[in-house]
């Protein structure tokens, strides 16, 4: 049996789905509930990089999908306070597994405990004591981190669990969180070792490169940031017309 062209054309346009680009930030509630579920919460150092990937999924998802609506620019330049006292900005949803506000006030909970008593207690909390999910732990007030430090929000975790506190992640390390968490994939933005330096090699020039290439992918990631705002705004305009 044979078909007509129009008909396998409609066929085709009927099976056809919506794909965005996968380090893109989440726009669709349902997709940020399943990237979230998908992030481990307990477990060392698991738990403690897919505590911070939830949380920084739910930061930068559209405030329509219930995130913070932020872009790598602003996620980046954000604090640890900035971000607890912005927890109430979020929906309050069920499951707690998946609340957007419970998401914020677990990574906020244990980012200050990092700071306050270091590794030992973040993994003993992950391990032992291990996270609450059967309740909304957003109930109960977050921790005030000390607004006098200038502790970054999202800092690169190494496979030790030893965190680079004294920087903020990276844009790419951003791009790369949230593409592989979509797709359920592990996420490894850190290196899992170092490759020994040769002798005759330059590494202040290395360095040199490296800096400038990671400043020409932040710029770009920037750049596509202003473009999907002004796409955003269009269609917002669009929508209301």
Known sequence: MSYAPSTIKRAGLSHRT??????????ATDDLTRAVWACEITGWP??????????????VASKTAGGLGLTRKQTRALTLSELAANIGSVERTDPPRTCPRCVLWRWVTLADLNLTWGRAAVRQHLTIDRPLTSVHVCDTPAPAPDGT???????????????????PMSARAITTVIARRRTGNPVTDEPRFIKPVPDNMDTAAAVAALDE????????????????????????????S
């Open 18 to 27: 919506r794909i965005e680009p996968p380090g893109r930030p989440i726009t």
């Open 46 to 59: 698991s738990g403690y990089r897919g505590t911070r990937d939830a949380a920084l999924l739910v930061a």
């Open 149 to 167: 430090g200038l502790w970054w929000a999202f800092c690169s975790i190494d496979q030790h669990g030893w965190t680079e506190d004294w920087k």
């Open 213 to 240: 290439m990671n400043d020409r992918i932040e710029a770009a990631c920037a750049a596509a940031d202003e473009v999907n705002a002004r796409v955003a705004a269009a269609l917002a305009l669009h929508a209301n």
